[in-house]
């Protein structure tokens, strides 16, 4: 059987590289049980022996204060790993230590990664790698450069011969104060009655932090919950409950001062680095929204001019030959007449429409890949802070946001690392107003049909838009349904680094994979189902208005008169989208297909719409109720049905608000 490595360290520090490196394309992503918080598990081979790994969420401490800590914590108590790996930012050592320093007062077997030490070497610091490790109890610590592989081999021999060894009880070389180390030991010896599935002392040192979840734990026990002198002890510390958890916090960085001391030595005036140059600049307190603006737009030009130019029409036609490729062949064996249409017009018409556009969602996926590698992204957040704050959130609430770029779904999940239930609440129901990937090909085809010298500013436009909508409700949300005071903004800058290649490529297609595997999955039964609502009931014209779809589109296209595209084709379209947004663009790419055989999407397009109606149609893709999986994971998310049908119907209404309103003002100004 395969020994467990648990990988766990603070965000930035290096660890999903650590975990990329070791196990290459042998990983996959779940989710941990009970929760939707992302499991990334994988394997790789040393010394002919196999070993898991399992990536932790990234985590600044193992406290109970969000669904990060909660899962790491209990993973690390009850997953029962055979060693953890503890990886340390070396240009940071001292604040990534504290989170070291809660593993050893689990007891729990840990390898100290010290990552980064070329970084650190070029701020000229030192380590006393022998001296730290004892001071750590005897723990290994061990330099690695994980983006670059150094260190990985001595790595892994340490880790290999820290899960043949016994089990040692870090926890004993940490004091607290000489009245907390007794309060602690007494505590100790009341748990020890109990029936307890965590470690006693680590348990009793938590309830003296006042950690609301383990003295929950400490009362199920029938046994401890019936004894009077611990309900007493329980009382003077819940009386003392802030001091105590200070004193506590005070011993840890007291633990980490004495372990650095002398072991960890700097220069004794700061190295200026190239991140601190560069910083100066980007998170500028006036110029760095202006820059973060100025790389986006970049960004979007740069997706076209590449993926669109280059890339684009090559792929189109390679489409187009495989579309009249199967048609032939299909022909030739003499197939009926309802396949030809199926595969020509549903899955070539629908699906194809959507697929042409890969090209543009690769390269916009590879260039924020990079951005996010460098470190860049990391200073969208910082530079937001202040505008998050205004609005009574915090900046933190924006790496959400950013991550909903690529999928409203992992977006929503994101919240779970804010502390307050009111920013994750309303990080929760302003994300799906981030333009996700999946809208990405309906914009696309627009921007294609009406505005192509202008692709990437009317990009930036739409996802400026949806930011601008998101912190508009953020301040009414904050203001009306959950009132309360904002949460502290705590965050480390990583340095810039080159990115990494493999990285980059990797995360990329994770994303573009996604997209895939929903257009072979949920986007070909959709567009199946509405193909044969299209083409019945049999005797009237397929993709007509008196078909089944046709109807359904008739019967819901008065709604979007005001909004400029009160055609059948758009209503079912946007309709269709509710169960995943590609297949706005693949139903446009069927019904059209059908009734006009051999006129490309776009050009139906432009008979269809005009520049100030295909301007609304695409505010309101970017804004109207998410797709079935996101409004299933705020559900989960928030535990209640009743945020999740308030998603679904407050997004739709803002959407076709802000739809009309482009419309109709645009009307008045004489753009129609």
């Excluded at 050893?104 to 650190?120: F, I, Q, S, T, Y």
């Excluded at 992992?410 to 994300?431: C, H, Q, W, Y």
């Excluded at 299933?632 to 009743?642: F, L, Q």
């Amino acid at each position: 059987m395969a020994n467990t490595i648990a990988l766990v360290g603070n965000p930035n520090s290096g660890k999903t590289t650590l975990f990329n490196a070791l196990t290459g394309s042998n990983q996959h992503v779940g989710n941990w049980p009970g929760v939707t918080v992302e499991k990334k598990e994988g394997q790789f081979r040393f010394q002919d022996q196999v070993y898991n790994l399992v990536d932790l969420p990234g985590t600044y401490s193992l406290g109970a204060f969000s669904e990060d800590e909660i899962i790491a914590r209990d993973y690390i108590l009850q997953g029962h790993p055979d060693v953890v790996i503890n990886v340390v930012d070396a240009t940071n050592i001292e604040r990534n230590l504290y989170l070291t320093t809660q593993l050893l007062e689990m007891g729990a077997k840990v390898v100290v990664a010290l990552n980064m030490v070329d970084e650190a070497e070029s701020q000229q610091m030192e380590f006393d790698l022998d001296a730290l490790s004892k001071r750590l109890g005897g723990v290994q610590v061990i330099p690695t450069v994980a983006s670059r592989r150094r260190g990985l081999d001595k790595l892994m021999e340490a880790t290999v011969t820290e899960i043949n060894a016994p089990l040692r009880n870090g926890a004993t070389s940490i004091s607290y104060g000489p009245e907390l180390d007794v309060k602690l030991a007494t505590l100790t010896e009341l748990l020890s009655i109990g029936d307890l599935r965590y470690p006693g002392t680590w348990l009793a040192l938590k309830i003296l932090e006042g950690d609301d979840s383990a003295q929950k734990i400490v009362l199920n026990d029938q046994v401890l919950r019936g004894s009077e002198e611990l309900g007493a002890f329980l009382k003077e510390v819940a009386a003392h409950k802030s001091e105590l958890e200070l004193e506590i916090v005070d011993g840890r960085y007291r633990f980490v001062k004495e372990v650095t001391s002398g072991t960890v030595l700097r220069p004794t005036e700061a190295v200026r680095t190239k991140t601190d140059c560069i910083d100066r600049v980007v998170t500028h307190k006036y110029l760095g929204l202006p820059i973060f603006a100025l790389i986006m737009l970049g960004v979007f030009q740069l997706t076209f001019v590449i993926g669109e130019d280059l890339l684009g029409e090559l792929f189109a036609n390679g489409v187009e030959y495989l579309s009249l490729l199967v048609a032939g062949g299909l022909e030739a064996l003499g197939s009926p007449d309802w396949l030809l249409s199926f595969v020509s017009e549903g899955i070539f018409g629908g699906l194809g429409a959507v697929i042409e556009f890969i090209p543009l969602i690769v390269m916009l996926y590879l260039l924020m890949g990079l951005l996010e590698d460098s470190g860049y992204m990391a200073r969208a957040a910082y530079v937001m802070d202040n505008t998050m704050r205004a609005l009574g959130l915090q900046g933190k609430t924006f790496i959400s946001m950013i991550v909903g770029f690529g999928c409203n779904v992992p977006g929503v999940m994101a919240t779970r690392t804010l502390e307050s239930r009111k920013d994750r609440m309303i990080a929760t129901l302003i994300n799906p107003f981030m333009s996700c990937g999946a809208k990405l090909p309906i914009y696309l085809v627009f921007i294609a049909a009406f505005f192509p010298s202008y692709g990437g500013l009317v990009l930036f436009v739409v996802y400026t838009l949806g930011i601008l909508i998101a912190l508009l409700m953020a301040k009414i949300f904050s203001e009306t349904l959950f009132k309360g005071e904002t949460s502290h903004f705590i965050m480390e800058l990583p340095p810039y680094r080159l990115p990494t290649l493999a990285n980059v490529i990797r995360n990329m297609w994770d994303n573009v994979s996604g997209f895939l595997t929903r257009a072979g999955t949920t986007i070909f039964m959709v567009v199946s189902l509405l193909w044969i609502l299209a083409v019945l009931p049999l005797g009237v014209e397929a993709y007509g208005p008196e078909s089944i779809l046709g109807r359904i589109g008739v019967f819901i296209s008065p709604l979007f008169k005001p909004a400029g595209f009160g055609n059948w084709q758009a209503a079912v379209g946007l309709f269709s989208g509710i169960a995943a947004k590609e297949a706005v663009v693949a139903t446009l790419g069927m019904v059209y297909a059908g009734v006009e055989e051999g006129v490309e999407l776009v050009n139906a397009i432009r008979g269809a719409f005009t520049p100030l109606s295909a301007a609304s149609f695409m505010v309101m893709t970017l804004l109207y109720t998410p797709c079935v999986a996101t409004i299933s994971t705020i559900k989960k998310e928030t535990n209640s049905w009743k945020w999740a049908v308030f998603a679904a119907g407050y997004t739709f209404s803002v959407g076709w608000l802000m739809a009309v309103l482009v419309f109709q003002v645009g009307t008045f100004l004489g753009f129609s």
